[in-house]
Structures are given as structure tokens and as C-alpha cells.
């Protein structure tokens, strides 16, 4: 319906090959649902080694692709593009600056990145079809302070790089842990000038030396328990929040995207301080809240009838094969999800296809070749996937009726707080 907003949804794109030319039918089902919408949102894990050129930035996890990914991405039904990762800075600002022009020949609607840091603050806006899009992308790291955009001043150049939404990780020691800890750095002569050199490229922080302490890059701070706390610059969430608020209050359907590597030690778990920060950004305005990091699915939340997914997992995931990390088969199962919005913006429905990223063979049989793009998941899986996610929604009083091989949320059921699965057989 012409009244009718559609948006498809899918994991991170970790894209390195061309995929214009694959004609598999499995594919071309895929590309057929993000090519339905009228947005198709996705996260280019990458950067662009382009006319700019670059340098390696990073050892092991390092990653480029050429300038014809964005096309394929354009080809797939991908319209809008978070461009805010712990990838996009891995050939430096010149990286940037070939992913910022390579978007733009493509003519995507794309955020997360800049010339400076007022540049990569802000909530892009663009005209597609009848509808008023924004995008507010921005990264949480942890990353080297250096791949963020800075702005320039007293005869320091601007930085063209990502946008930073500034957080913190604190270690909560009790008292006899901290205290051992503390007379630890006295013992090895720990000064504030040699941990200044240890910060580098980033600043030292500004401690209570009575109840904190820097170990070396490392925050612990005296507590009557012991815990790991995820702390969210004020500053910073404010200048991010308010760059959804002047989109939304414009008129635009506003999308914001955090990609992030704090995770729990089990990657399906929504850490507490991003489901905090998600519900502020649609406090503020945006209308869908979209995180990838931890690379599998995790929960949806219907929160004032905007849909919050943490985590889409993966859709594209062009890896070596000596990367063993992504073993695991969460890694490889996703799934599309293809919202319905009202003129008002809200939420009419999500339907979720699920998707196994290298195909079904792969995941079944390590002796077979991985497909370098994501197909439909057979029945079986299919409800294996569904069934998992399932389970993670429950706690956010989310319910997915399931019929067949796809499933559907909707707002009602997402805010009534059910505690089920209903097989529909």
C-alpha cells in the first residue's frame, strides 16, 4: 500500500567480493525481500580501497574491498548504509574518504563517518520515493582513538574518520582486590607520565586517585562488589541524541545505528547499558533502532511502537578460511526482517525470513565451500533459528508467531509481554 512504509532489515555486510553476476535462485529470493521494501538498511563492514588508496591500519583483522562492492550492495536492494564500524577506518582517513565517495556515486543515504567530528555527528537525510529518511550511525568501539573523526584546532587539522559515541569500560573491584591492586602499581613505580605514554594515541583519564585507578589503559574503580560496567560519555550521547531529534523533528523517518564490540560472554546477551541507550534514541525520536557487533541474533524489543533489534548477526561475511573464530554456527544463521509502518511512523508488523549466511552445505559439512552470499534457510533450520531467537525475546516481551518457515511480530504482541512461541503449522 501506497500509505504504507517498508523497511528490510539484515545483519552486517562484511562484503570483500563483487556478487553482481551470482544467478543462483536461492540468492536472487533473497535479494527479491530487501528489493521489495522501500528501504533496505544494512551495515558495510568494510572500507574502501579506492582513488585515495590507504595503508593497513591493523594486523590480523584487517579488512578492504574494492569500489564494485558498492555496487553489488546497490544491486542487492540496499538503499541506506551505516557506515559507523570497528572496519571502516582499517586504511585510515583515506579509506574513509573513498567509502564517503563511493556512497555517494552510488547514491546511498550512508552516515557513521566524516570529514570531521561535526561531519560524522550528523543524522543524514535524503528523499527516497515519497519517503524522508535519516540515518544517525555511530561506533562505541573499543577502538584506537585515532580512527574517530576529530575536528580541528589551534593548528590541528581536522580528522576525517568514524563517529564516536564515547564510552568507557570500568572495572568495580572490592575493597581487598583493589587494594592489592593498588599496592601493586606502587610496587612497579607506576608513574602518571609513564601511563601517559601507555595511553597513547588517547589522553590519559582523570581519576580519583583514592578510588580509582588507571592499570595501564585499564579502569578499576573501589566498589562493595565486583563487576564490569559499560559507561556512556554524557557529552557525547547527547550530541548523538540530539542529532536524531532534529531529523525526527523535520520530519524524517529517523533509523539510528550503533555498532559496538563490548560483548557479554555470551554473545546472544543484550548488554543493559545498549538497551539503555536504544530506548533514549527512540526517546528522542528515531523510529527503528538497528546494533550489530556480537555476530549473531539476538533479541527484538517493541519499545513505543518502534522496533529495537540488537543484533541481526550477519548477512554478507566474506571471511578467510583460517579465521577459526567463526566456527561456531550462530555465526552463519540470521535472518531478514521486513518492517511495516504506518504514515505515523509506527510499527504495523515485522516479518522475519530467516537466512543461513554461506549456505545450508557449509554449515552442515565443513569439507564443503562456504557460498559467498546468504540463501533462504531450509525448513528445519529455519525453525531452529526461529525457535533460538525466540527464546532471547521473551525477556523483552517479544513473541514471534511462526508459520511455516518465516515468522512475524507484532505490535501488540511485541508490548504484551508474551512468554511463548505459537507454532502455526
Not at 263 to 272: A, I, K, N, Q
Request: aromatic share 8%; with cysteine.
Amino acid at each position: 500500500m501506497a500509505s504504507t512504509l517498508t523497511v528490510a532489515v539484515t545483519g552486517q555486510s562484511l562484503i570483500r567480493h563483487d556478487l553482481r553476476d551470482v544467478t543462483d535462485d536461492r540468492f536472487q529470493e533473497v535479494i527479491g525481500i530487501i528489493q521489495a521494501a522501500d528501504i533496505g538498511f544494512t551495515n558495510f563492514e568494510s572500507t574502501i580501497y579506492g582513488r585515495h588508496g590507504g595503508w593497513p591500519l591493523k594486523g590480523s583483522f584487517f579488512g578492504c574491498a574494492p569500489a564494485a562492492v558498492m555496487a553489488a550492495l546497490k544491486h542487492v536492494g540496499f538503499n541506506v548504509l551505516s557506515l559507523a564500524n570497528n572496519h571502516a577506518f582499517d586504511l585510515g582517513p583515506s579509506g574513509v574518504l573513498s567509502t564517503i565517495e563511493e556512497a555517494e556515486s552510488e547514491g546511498f543515504l550512508y552516515a557513521g563517518v566524516g570529514m570531521d567530528r561535526r561531519d560524522a555527528e550528523r543524522a543524514a537525510e535524503k528523499q527516497l520515493g515519497r519517503w524522508k529518511i535519516g540515518l544517525s550511525a555511530m561506533d562505541a568501539g573499543p577502538g584506537p582513538a585515532f580512527m574517530y573523526a576529530d575536528d580541528g584546532g589551534n593548528a590541528r587539522p581536522p580528522r576525517p574518520g568514524v563517529n564516536r559515541l564515547d564510552v568507557s569500560r570500568i572495572f568495580e573491584l572490592e575493597m581487598p582486590s583493589f587494594d592489592r591492586l593498588q599496592e601493586l602499581q606502587r610496587s612497579l613505580k607506576s608513574t602518571a607520565l609513564e601511563r601517559a605514554n601507555y595511553a597513547q594515541p588517547a589522553d590519559t583519564p582523570v581519576l580519583d586517585g583514592t578510588l580509582e585507578l588507571d592499570f595501564y589503559g585499564t579502569v578499576f574503580r573501589r566498589s562493595d562488589h565486583t563487576a564490569k560496567r559499560i559507561l556512556i560519555g554524557a557529552q557525547s550521547a547527547n550530541s548523538q541524541l540530539e542529532a536524531i531529534r532534529k531529523a525526527a523533528s523535520a520530519g524524517s523517518f529517523v533509523i539510528a545505528y550503533l555498532h559496538h564490540h563490548h560483548w557479554e560472554p555470551d554473545w546472544h546477551e543484550v548488554p543493559e547499558w545498549v538497551r539503555t541507550f536504544a530506548h533514549r534514541c527512540v526517546d528522542a525520536g528515531a523510529r527503528m533502532f538497528v546494533s550489530h557487533g556480537a555476530p549473531v541474533l539476538q533479541a527484538i524489543e517493541i519499545y513505543r511502537r518502534a522496533p529495537i533489534f540488537y543484533g541481526l548477526g550477519n548477512f554478507i561475511f566474506h571471511t578467510d578460511d583460517n579465521e577459526k573464530e567463526w566456527s561456531p554456527r550462530a555465526v552463519w544463521e540470521s535472518a531478514i526482517a521486513s518492517c511495516a509502518f504506518n504514515t505515523d511512523f509506527e510499527l504495523l508488523g515485522i516479518d522475519l525470513t530467516p537466512i543461513i549466511v554461506g549456505g545450508i552445505d557449509a554449515l552442515e559439512n565443513p569439507h564443503c565451500t562456504r557460498l559467498p552470499f546468504p540463501v533462504p534457510a531450509p525448513r528445519e533450520a529455519a525453525h531452529r533459528i526461529l525457535d533460538g531467537l525466540a527464546r532471547r525475546c521473551e525477556p523483552f516481551g517479544t513473541e514471534i508467531v511462526r508459520q511455516e518457515s518465516l515468522g512475524t511480530i507484532l505490535p501488540a504482541i511485541g508490548s504484551a509481554g508474551a512468554d511463548r512461541l505459537r507454532a502455526v503449522e
